[in-house]
């Protein structure tokens, strides 16, 4: 132990003393403060050096304007066995943008331009030697499973870069890490995005993608394993663009090779974007021939996915119609609940609990707005009082033909409600930008108080969401750009220069954004509340303990069908004070208004109380 406790603490040393060189910037290939460490004679070098590497970079960009992505110093080569190395030669890599290239060929373009960039070299310095690379060429190593140029450029120091070089430096170092933590489970790590799609700036995102094969594991689940390598790849992210002092955010996509997989057979727009587009830095013959499958058109994409709330309401639909006795009515109560509720974000209101929606949907758009039949709202009034029934076990089966009654009801509930979607836009066409800014930052805000985050202001939102959710893993990147879209057309809108076309985009996605965050609320929420409850068993019965801040509801009996529930004060000293009869509705008010901590600590006399309730002989499942 103690040798393991002094290796770490060796690496750990090392990590430290080499990390503030690699963050150091660049200028001209010049680390900044290396230079009090040298000579007067080395500095004297190193600054005419600087001053023939700005000028050759200047003279090269003029000469070729757009099409140099990057000029960078190169670390002098090991010299060939035998020979002592040329310590004057200037090493310089050049990489030139050639996609556009139409009318030679692209080794004729790489040898026109090498020549005339040797020429601008040599009439600076003879001890220049540049290295002309076009990006084709760059790419094609890649396809090829060949990474040394990648090596090459990731040891580059950039004298000029519109953003290549940086994004394939920090991509380089990441993978590096990951490889040499994970290799047996990387299966492939492509460049993406803008980046290689010829529409990047200097402040472009650099997005990548890591492929984990979870076809062999065996002891976690293989959302776990995602969890557990998304986690420490990100934070590798992170320390990559530390070391390098690289600011442009590297934007991590972690998928598992099933998932991907899955992705693929359902032609994912977003997937076959990325093989389309992407460019391996590491592939384990998986994402190439996949590639090339897409180009030769074997693999044929799908038309966009629908909106996911509209989308889950008619997939869950033809579901029911091959699980009827299975499923029976939870399938069509969301079916019908998740669509209400969306309209109802649509109009502006946050999502209501389900008990809630049918009264909200009446009042806002059948009094109020005059867009919709009360007929309707019965409907979903039904479905929900016949799931409530079947819940609470006071109807103890439905037939086939009351579910075949309901299910029609049901479809003609949700072709009425996407007629309502294109009634509220048209209707609320002006008012849409308020109401989706003004969603957005409560459900936000309910969110971070989950995570512990009381109070944000409007100013802090984006900054708060983006530490507390992106940088942390829980949610994916891509939402802090939709949510930083969502921020600047509420601007826009105030100053009167949104346009319809810019509401309509607005609307798409912040609609996945308030999704993906109410999904997350959930999970948490589900999860928290796990930690409240105890399971009890005396003799052949079980029952369940709830503890909600100082009072604790008790069902004594789980099996029974119409579940009694009683309620008690908890005391300073953890005991339970007298019950009293309650029900499964007070304990939701309870639950709706209470904030769960992280950890709920039980004092001893609880468990007194709880023989008193259940008998000496009672057993405690504790849920942690």
């Given at each position: 132990m103690a040798k393991k406790t002094a290796k770490k603490s060796e690496s750990k040393k090392q990590s430290k003393e080499a990390k503030p060189e690699a963050q150091q910037p660049l200028q001209a290939g010049i680390p900044q403060g290396a230079m009090p460490q040298l000579?007067?004679?080395?500095?004297?070098?190193?600054?005419?050096?600087?001053?023939?590497?700005?000028?050759?970079?200047?003279?090269?960009?003029?000469?070729f304007d757009k099409y140099i992505m990057g000029v960078a110093?190169?670390?002098?080569?090991?010299?060939?066995?035998?020979?002592?190395?040329?310590?004057?030669?200037?090493?310089?890599?050049?990489?030139?943008?050639?996609?556009?290239?139409?009318?030679?060929?692209?080794?004729?373009?790489?040898?026109?331009?090498?020549?005339?960039?040797?020429?601008?070299?040599?009439?600076?310095?003879?001890?220049?030697?540049?290295?002309?690379?076009?990006l084709s060429e760059?790419?094609?190593?890649?396809?090829?499973?060949?990474y040394d140029m990648l090596r090459m450029f990731s040891m580059a120091a950039p004298v000029y870069d519109t953003g290549m070089l940086s994004a394939i430096k920090i991509a380089e170092i990441?993978?590096?890490m990951i490889l040499k933590k994970f290799e047996k489970y990387i299966v492939s790590y492509v460049l993406a995005g803008s980046l290689v799609q010829g529409r990047a700036t200097k402040t472009s995102d650099i997005d990548v993608w890591v492929v984990v094969d979870d076809t062999d594991v065996k002891k976690m689940t293989r959302a776990e394993l995602k969890d557990k390598l998304r986690a420490i790849i990100i934070g590798m992210g992170i320390e990559a663009g530390e070391m390098t002092g690289i600011k442009n955010k590297l934007n991590i996509q972690v998928y598992i090779l099933t998932d991907f997989w899955d992705s693929l057979k359902e032609a994912n727009p977003i997937i076959f974007t990325l093989l389309r587009d992407g460019v391996p830095f590491y592939d384990r013959g998986v994402f190439m021939p996949?590639?090339?499958?897409?180009?030769?058109?074997?693999?044929?994409?799908?038309?966009?996915?629908?909106?996911?709330?509209?989308?889950?309401?008619?997939?869950?639909?033809k579901r029911v119609h091959f699980k009827l006795k299975d499923i029976g009515m939870e399938d069509i109560f969301y079916a019908i609940l998740t669509p209400s509720q969306a309209a109802l974000m649509l109009y502006g209101v946050p999502p209501p609990t389900p008990r809630e929606t049918?009264?909200?949907?009446?009042?806002?758009?059948?009094?109020?707005?005059?867009?919709l039949e009360d007929k309707y709202v019965t409907t979903l009034e039904k479905v929900i009082a016949i799931r409530k029934d079947l819940e609470h076990g006071t109807k103890a089966d439905v037939t086939g033909k009351e579910i075949d009654d309901v299910l029609k009801a049901a479809e003609e509930y949700l072709e009425r409600i996407k007629k309502l979607f294109e009634q509220i836009e048209a209707s609320k066409q002006e008012e849409s930008m308020v109401h989706i800014y003004e969603t957005i930052t409560t459900v936000l805000r309910d969110t971070l108080?989950?995570?512990?985050?009381?109070?944000?202001?409007?100013?802090?939102?984006?900054?708060v969401f983006d530490e507390e959710l992106?940088?942390?893993?829980?949610?994916?990147?891509?939402?802090?750009r939709i949510l930083k879209d969502v921020v600047q057309a509420k601007k826009d809108y105030d100053a009167k220069k949104l346009t319809k076309a810019e509401v309509e985009k607005v609307k798409k996605d912040s609609g996945i954004l308030i999704r993906t965050i109410i999904e997350h609320m959930q999970r948490k929420r589900g999860r928290e509340l796990q930690k409240t409850k105890l399971r009890v068993k005396y003799g052949e019965k079980n029952g369940e303990v709830t503890i909600l801040g100082d009072t604790a509801y008790i069902v004594r009996d789980l099996e029974q069908e119409e579940k009694e529930v009683i309620k008690a004060k908890i005391g300073p000293d953890g005991k339970l004070g007298p019950t009293e009869k309650s029900s499964l509705e007070d304990m939701e008010k309870d639950l709706a208004n209470i904030r769960i901590p992280e950890r709920v600590f039980i004092k001893e006399k609880i468990f007194e109380s709880l023989k008193d309730l259940f008998g000496k002989d009672v057993e405690i499942q504790v849920n942690l």
């Open positions: 000579s007067k004679e080395a500095q004297a070098k190193l600054k005419e050096i600087k001053s023939k590497l700005d000028k050759f970079s200047k003279e090269v960009v003029k000469k110093l190169l670390p002098p080569p090991k010299p060939e066995q035998g020979k002592t190395a040329n310590k004057d030669q200037i090493n310089i890599l050049v990489l030139v943008d050639d996609t556009d290239s139409k009318k030679m060929t692209k080794m004729e373009l790489k040898e026109k331009l090498s020549s005339i960039i040797d020429s601008i070299a040599q009439d600076i310095d003879k001890n220049m030697l540049p290295q002309t690379v076009i760059l790419w094609q190593t890649c396809y090829d499973g060949k990441h993978k590096s996949w590639k090339l499958l897409l180009k030769m058109g074997k693999i044929k994409p799908s038309a966009e996915a629908i909106d996911m709330f509209m989308s889950s309401g008619e997939n869950m639909l049918p009264e909200l949907i009446r009042e806002i758009f059948v009094e109020k707005e005059k867009l108080v989950l995570e512990g985050v009381e109070k944000v202001s409007d100013a802090d939102l984006v900054k992106i940088a942390k893993g829980k949610i994916p990147a891509k939402f802090l």
